[in-house]
């Protein structure tokens, strides 16, 4: 089973290890890896962007899926002198890694305030860097009238500091991640270590989508 080195650590940026597969799905060509880094797109995040070294020769991802419990590295070529039997270093984007941390941390702990609510149901995440929200089910009338209420709780929070801890089966590549004082819940996304590295969390737009309420968020 593949080592996902993203579940231990957020700020792991490099690494080294071996090509143990070379294919093409759906006529892309990828790489798989022993152990990896790379985050693949999935769970309302954006994969990681960067690069496969081996010796001088660089390899760009432009890509990085799930499939059948392996994480594929899409790439544009498969070079001709590629080499299964030597170690690789593989480097992932430092600022785009940190950037998506923190949108799915604050998306958390969104959630979580949102969940504090009696009338509301958060029911999924989108935390891209285009657009990131909270999808819930309930009462948009309260949440309107608690709109002030909820943004002071996300100030005091992240001015707090909370720690974000993390629990995982390195032997199932399962985790549960908690914001100190919430709940733990299961994602296999990258977190910040604590919310004081989300900076400024602010609530932009609250609308009703077919039964659904929609709370847009950005950071800065």
């Not at 006529?27 to 309302?44: A, M, R, S």
């Not at 002071?152 to 399962?174: A, F, G, M, Y």
Request: aromatic share 8%; with cysteine; charged share 25%.
């Amino acid at each position: 089973m593949q080592n996902y080195k993203y579940l231990q650590d957020t700020y792991l940026f490099n690494y080294q290890s071996k090509i143990i597969q070379i294919g093409e799905y759906n006529e892309l060509k990828y790489l798989v890896l022993e152990d990896t880094i790379f985050y693949p797109q999935g769970g309302g995040q954006e994969s990681d962007k960067g690069y496969i070294w081996q010796g001088d020769m660089k390899i760009k991802v432009t890509d990085v899926r799930k499939h059948n419990d392996q994480v594929l590295h899409f790439i544009d070529e498969i070079p001709n002198e590629i080499d299964l039997l030597k170690e690789v270093t593989i480097e992932i984007d430092k600022e785009n890694r940190l950037l998506n941390a923190r949108l799915h941390t604050a998306g958390h702990l969104l959630a979580n305030i949102l969940e504090s609510i009696p009338t509301l149901i958060p029911t999924k995440g989108h935390q891209y860097q285009s657009g990131s929200y909270v999808e819930c089910l309930g009462d948009i009338t309260e949440l309107n009238l608690k709109l002030e209420e909820i943004q002071k709780v996300i100030d005091q929070n992240i001015n707090d500091d909370l720690k974000i801890l993390t629990q995982s089966d390195l032997e199932t590549n399962h985790r549960f991640v908690q914001i100190q004082n919430y709940s733990p819940v299961g994602c296999g996304g990258t977190h910040v270590k604590s919310l004081g590295e989300i900076g400024k969390l602010t609530i932009n737009k609250i609308k009703n989508k077919k039964g659904k309420i929609r709370v847009s968020y950005s950071i800065s």
